[in-house]
């Protein structure tokens, strides 16, 4: 399977795509006069990935009410292009196309005048369909979590790992499975990872059944996200977490009525699970997780059924886990999302579809005891457009008005909630429902 130039395979656990990327870093733009308290700059790290005859979009939105400034960098291995430039209006969403033909391909998104949100699409070609997406991550950081791996002979496991800065990460990669020790092969440890460089690490011998990954940066910062592809057809894209949690939300739906959740447990104690199915109508035990254990330092697939909408809120008894949700849309390509540690009141909903026809849909689910009014705003191409309000009950999941989202499928969608807090996700088909992805809410800082 062709990967992009440049990428090269270690047996056993990596394959290592080193890309030399030339970060033009343009002058620093003043930001306008902001309210106290709003965040005014900052940026965006997208290590989405790719593959020979992929395309690469990042969705952005603008929930504020001034406009916002922001410069988008593509890397890859093969270098990088001229920064684009946009200016982002009051209210709305843009798509910006960037490089995804490498398999260590990767964005940063800088902005200034105010906050902005920022995701990727990816669209597989080549010898490989799907379409994969999930928010981009607001920081980079030392140490980060990607519990979205497989040892599938039919599927692939990739690890994105990206050092936008000017000076050089050192960085190493463990590799955590079920029923064997913590693998740290000497390729992967130490890894010196040159400024505005990314690399790709292919995560999956056959013998190791689930795998994930775990990234620890010794000097200076890096981003990470991890990449599925399937031989048969489909992708999927988890962006990392840098801190585990003792629970996790995971919405999700429109999909086959079966989720895949891969648990992993990077502490030196043994957890145990208590897992809940919230659906539209009714809480019940999520029977394949609940009561099942994972091991300390490694990771373990848990199999769900489930129904639509549906979200499986999983619990430890003390250490942190990180947890994904993994599923198949009707045409049988994958989705995945790495879910939420808790409800929150404001969100902005990136959409996830690849090219035509489209048919967004959007999941709420609110984990809390109290019942969530939530006011749903479109952020469109010319700026604010319908809005509608949703109740969603205590302990339940359901799915935002069809004809809502449908009205303006490329549009993001603004979550507020007056009362309570959700967990929002977008759940999309297009290419004739031959593509499916799963995409998280974005947070919304104050």
Not at 57 to 83: F, H, W, Y
Not at 231 to 256: K, Y
Not at 290 to 300: I, K, L, N, T, Y
Not at 305 to 319: H, N, Q, R
């Amino acid at each position: 399977m062709r990967r992009g130039r440049g990428l090269l395979t270690v047996v056993l656990a990596a394959a290592l795509v080193a890309g030399g990327i030339a970060l033009q870093r343009l002058g620093p733009r003043e930001p306008e006069p902001a309210p106290p308290g709003t965040i005014t700059t900052g940026a965006w790290f997208c290590p989405h990935g790719g593959g020979d005859g992929w395309s690469g979009i990042l969705e952005v939105a603008n929930p504020g009410e001034s406009e916002v400034q922001a410069r988008v960098t593509s890397m890859g291995s093969d270098g990088s292009g001229k920064p684009q430039t946009l200016t982002l209006a009051p209210g709305t969403t843009s798509r910006v196309a960037v490089l995804a033909t490498d398999g260590a391909s990767a964005s940063m998104v800088e902005y200034f005048g105010g906050w902005m949100a920022a995701g990727w699409v990816l669209v597989a070609g080549g010898d490989e369909s799907g379409v994969a997406a999930e928010p981009c991550m607001p920081d980079a950081g030392r140490r980060f979590l990607l519990p979205d791996g497989t040892a599938d002979p039919d599927q692939e496991a990739w690890v994105v790992v990206m050092n936008p800065f000017g000076s050089e990460a050192v960085f190493s990669l463990t590799i955590l499975t079920y029923q064997h020790p913590p693998i740290r092969n000497t390729a992967l440890t130490d890894f010196v990872l040159k400024p505005q460089h990314s690399v790709a690490f292919r995560l999956n011998p056959e013998w190791m059944g689930t795998v994930a990954g775990e990234v620890d940066a010794s000097l200076g910062r890096v981003a990470a996200a991890s990449l599925g592809i399937a031989s048969g057809g489909g992708a999927r894209s988890v962006a990392g977490t840098p801190a585990g949690s003792t629970g996790v939300v995971l919405p999700g739906g429109l999909d086959d009525n079966n989720a895949s959740v891969v648990v992993m447990n990077p502490t030196e104690e043994n957890a145990s699970l208590s897992a809940a199915l919230l659906t539209d109508d009714a809480e019940q035990t999520a029977a394949g997780a609940q009561g099942q254990g994972v091991e300390a330092m490694s990771a373990r697939t848990l199999d769900v059924v489930t129904s639509s909408p549906s979200t499986i809120e999983l619990s430890s008894d003390g250490p942190v886990i990180a947890a994904s949700r993994r599923t198949f849309g009707v045409g049988g390509d994958q989705g995945a999302t790495l879910g939420a540690p808790a409800a929150s009141a404001d969100w902005v909903v990136l959409p996830a579809v690849g090219g035509p026809p489209y048919d967004p849909r959007l999941i709420l689910a609110n984990p809390d005891e109290v019942d969530a009014e939530v006011e749903l705003s479109l952020l469109g191409e010319d700026g604010l457009g319908e809005s509608v309000t949703v109740t969603v009950p205590a302990r339940r999941t359901v799915l935002a008005p069809t004809d809502f989202t449908a009205s303006a499928p490329l549009a993001a969608v603004r979550v507020h909630a007056t009362q309570g807090g959700v967990v929002p996700v977008f759940v999309s088909y297009s290419q004739d429902r031959a593509g499916y992805a799963v995409s998280l809410g974005v947070s919304v800082p104050h």
